[in-house]
């Protein structure tokens, strides 16, 4: 197999992923309109802006831990 090919089949594997993980991010999206309004911006913040967890955290004046535990659960 050439290298080239090789090349092509992890490039289309990669967009696959993209487009595979900005769908997920979308749905959270769409799903978070019927959380509280603080919850639906932090998870907007997140998935949709693409600010960090560490980055709001500071702004928020959280740790980073607490609030990447309250994001995780929110996307349960």
């Known amino acids: 197999m050439s290298?080239?090919?090789?090349?092509?089949?992890?490039?289309?594997?990669?967009?696959?992923?993209?487009?595979?993980?900005?769908?997920a991010a979308d749905r959270l999206v769409d799903l978070a309109q019927h959380l509280a309004p603080a919850d639906r911006t932090?998870?907007?913040?997140?998935?949709?802006?693409?600010?960090?967890?560490?980055?709001?955290?500071?702004?928020?004046?959280?740790?980073r831990r607490t609030l990447q535990s309250r994001v995780a659960a929110l996307v349960r």
Do not use: C
Not at 6 to 23: L, S
Not at 42 to 63: N, Q, W
């Open 3 to 23: 290298t080239a090919l090789i090349a092509d089949r992890a490039t289309v594997r990669d967009d696959r992923r993209r487009i595979e993980r900005r769908a």
């Open 42 to 63: 932090l998870i907007e913040a997140i998935y949709r802006d693409g600010r960090s967890v560490a980055e709001l955290a500071r702004l928020m004046g959280v740790p």
